[in-house]
């Protein structure tokens, strides 16, 4: 960290003031400033993401980023409908692809949390009511946005609260973290630092994002 600004902010090679974990790594940078906390309404995004937070437990977020198209491939482009139908055969191919984590459990899981995540979109409509209806209140939130603060929630209540109800219907590696680390990402919070370049810009989006609702 850059010892001329407070800690949880790093000035990159561009001047601009990041977020600390991204490290002053250019693909983590990028990643910082054009994907994370920006609000998804997708479900294959949504989906995509709370999978490959699973395959990260354990490991760094960076390796699944960087191994993340690699996943993609493998599947299906994280289509629901596609990797719901994914045979024994399917599952093999993925354990012996040396491009992605080569967990089995973690590769079962995906293919359970696909059809799991089928029977949410017939009851919510989409992922994206499902998790956007659990969205924190300001009343959950931290009044500071610092990093003494962020490095202290691994979880919240909301994370707390949707794993507990994920894994009561039938998904797996799911945790609270688990689940932390996805609200983070998909913009359903926003923990960019107090100070990073990129945390107004997101806040603007977030003021003006239309949340989806269950139809």
Same mark, same amino acid.
């Given at each position: 960290?850059?010892? !001329?600004?407070?800690?949880? $902010? ?14 002053? $790594?250019?693909?983590?940078? #990028? ?9 998804? !309404? ?6 995509? /993401? ?6 990260? &437990? ?8 960087? /191994? ?37 459990? /973690? ?7 696909? #059809?799991?995540?089928?029977? $949410? ?12 209806? =659990? ?11 610092? =990093?003494?603060?962020?490095? #202290?929630?691994?979880? &919240? ?5 949707? &794993?507990?109800?994920?894994? /009561? ?8 973290? !688990? ?12 923990? =960019? ?23």
């Amino acid at each position: 960290m850059d010892e !001329t600004l407070p800690a949880g $902010l790093m000035r990159g090679a561009d001047g601009r003031i990041r977020c600390w974990w991204q490290q002053g $790594l250019d693909d983590y940078a #990028r990643y910082h400033d054009a994907e994370w906390g920006r609000p998804v !309404t997708d479900d294959t995004r949504l989906f995509e /993401k709370i999978c490959l937070e699973g395959f990260q &437990s354990g490991l760094s977020w960076l390796t699944i980023l960087r /191994k993340r198209e690699n996943f993609r491939a493998a599947f299906a482009g994280f289509d629901i409908d596609r990797v719901a139908a994914f045979t024994e055969a399917d599952i093999e191919r993925c354990v012996a692809d040396a491009g992605i984590v080569r967990h089995r459990g /973690k590769i079962v899981s995906t293919v359970n949390n696909a #059809r799991r995540a089928q029977e $949410l979109r017939a009851e919510f409509g989409t992922l994206a009511a499902y998790f956007w209806a =659990h969205e924190p209140g300001p009343a959950d939130r931290p009044l500071v946005c610092d =990093h003494a603060t962020l490095s #202290r929630m691994a979880t &919240s209540p909301a994370s707390l609260a949707i &794993s507990k109800d994920l894994k /009561k219907r039938g998904w797996t590696f799911v945790g609270p973290t !688990t689940v932390y680390a996805f609200l983070q990402a998909m913009g359903l919070v926003n923990d =960019h630092v107090e100070g990073c370049s990129v945390r107004q810009e997101v806040e603007a989006i977030r003021a003006s994002f239309v949340r989806p609702a269950r139809p």
